[in-house]
């Protein structure tokens, strides 16, 4: 057995006196970062024999190491998830159940489990899990939940977690939206519309809800539009609301 297969990765690596902190191993060519942090020598592989691409990884990676809490490096995806429902006591019911619902999505598919570090998620990792659970969703829903994940993941980059969202550089990101077409009915037969609903003899409120489908009409108005309005925001005098 030769010295050199007797020797551990450290020992392999050679020092680049050009550039502070980068390394290269002896043998395969590929550069190491060498970072200390509370006192201990780091060094990790940048995974290139680039000299230029590793120059930048190594900057990447110095500027992660000072962003980073030295507590937080165990910290779990569940961890991450708990501690991001405990902002949402302030949301209305309906938006607290739809991030609910999207994390709850997550939680039950994420293929590598809720004990992964957070720092140890991968966005090509999240592109393959959101083409495998949200790819049924219609385009405004899968926009949703990716937001919703994504804000989870950004609340971690603020806690000092991670470094950088990975959901920032996901391909599957968003999802174009459909085209929505609104059929109008001309004045001739809006009108007809009116007529036929005024005249219906077993309807009760048939005056009322031809008043009111007048109202929207005539006012170019939607149902919730019409439903939020007082009067003090109607001008009888000018025909006008305010």
Not at 111 to 134: E, H, T, Y
Not at 181 to 198: C, G, M, Y
Request: hydrophobic share 35%; proline share 3%.
């Amino acid at each position: 057995m030769s010295n050199t297969s007797r020797k551990s990765t450290r020992q392999l690596l050679k020092t680049i006196k050009t550039f502070t902190g980068l390394r290269v191993h002896s043998i395969s060519g590929v550069y190491y970062a060498s970072l200390k942090r509370n006192g201990k020598r780091i060094e990790r592989s940048l995974q290139t024999r680039d000299r230029k691409f590793a120059e930048r990884k190594l900057r990447e990676l110095r500027g992660d190491f000072e962003t980073l809490d030295p507590s937080s490096g165990q910290t779990t995806i569940q961890q991450v998830l708990e501690k991001f429902k405990a902002t949402l006591l302030t949301k209305a019911p309906k938006t607290k159940a739809t991030i609910l619902g999207a994390l709850k999505r997550f939680e039950t598919s994420w293929p590598n489990g809720l004990f992964q570090r957070a720092r140890d998620v991968k966005s090509s990792d999240l592109d393959v899990w959101i083409s495998s659970n949200l790819g049924d969703l219609k385009p405004r829903s899968f926009n949703r939940y990716v937001d919703i994940l994504s804000a989870a993941f950004k609340f971690a980059v603020m806690d000092g977690v991670i470094a950088r969202n990975p959901f920032e550089s996901v391909v599957n990101r968003r999802k174009k939206l459909d085209s929505i077409v609104r059929r109008r009915p001309t004045n001739d037969q809006f009108e007809k519309i009116l007529l036929d609903i005024r005249t219906q003899r077993f309807n009760s409120h048939a005056k009322e809800s031809a008043d009111f489908l007048e109202f929207l009409g005539r006012a170019a108005v939607g149902q919730a539009e019409a439903a939020s309005l007082n009067w003090p925001q109607v001008d009888l005098e000018r025909r006008e609301m305010l």
